[in-house]
């Protein structure tokens, strides 16, 4: 059974900067994997992807500011999120690429004007 477990969030002001961490156990992680986020009121989005291989993917209201990275050997995916805006608070989620295991408790990143 796969669980995802996501942490590093926080109340940051803007322009500052936070790094998740998503860790994986009972799987292991040799697919592409993404971190997506959900607003209140406003449904979960992909945020960003990383095959593994390495290449990236970006939506392009985080492009130039977020840089996803993966350890496969800790089975853990990165999101190091800088020049953080207001507009980024959400709770931040991990989860294979389209989806398809159960979600984490995700963690909630709160960006202060």
């Known amino acids: 059974q796969v669980q995802l477990v996501e942490s590093g969030g926080g109340l940051v002001q803007a322009g500052g900067s936070l790094r998740l961490s998503c860790t994986a156990s009972?799987?292991?992680?040799?697919?592409?994997m993404g971190w997506y986020r959900q607003a209140p009121g406003k449904q979960r989005e992909l945020v960003a992807t990383?095959?593994?291989?390495?290449?990236?993917n970006y939506a392009d209201s985080v492009k130039g500011r977020f840089t996803i990275s993966r350890d496969n050997a800790k089975s853990t995916v990165y999101l190091q999120m800088n020049s953080l805006k207001p507009e980024d608070t959400a709770v931040y989620y991990c989860?294979?690429?389209?989806?398809?295991?159960?979600w984490g408790q995700g963690t909630q990143v709160t960006v202060s004007s």
């Open positions: 989860n294979r690429f389209g989806g398809g295991w159960a």
């Open positions: 990383i095959s593994t291989g390495g290449n990236t």
């Open positions: 009972g799987v292991t992680l040799s697919l592409t």
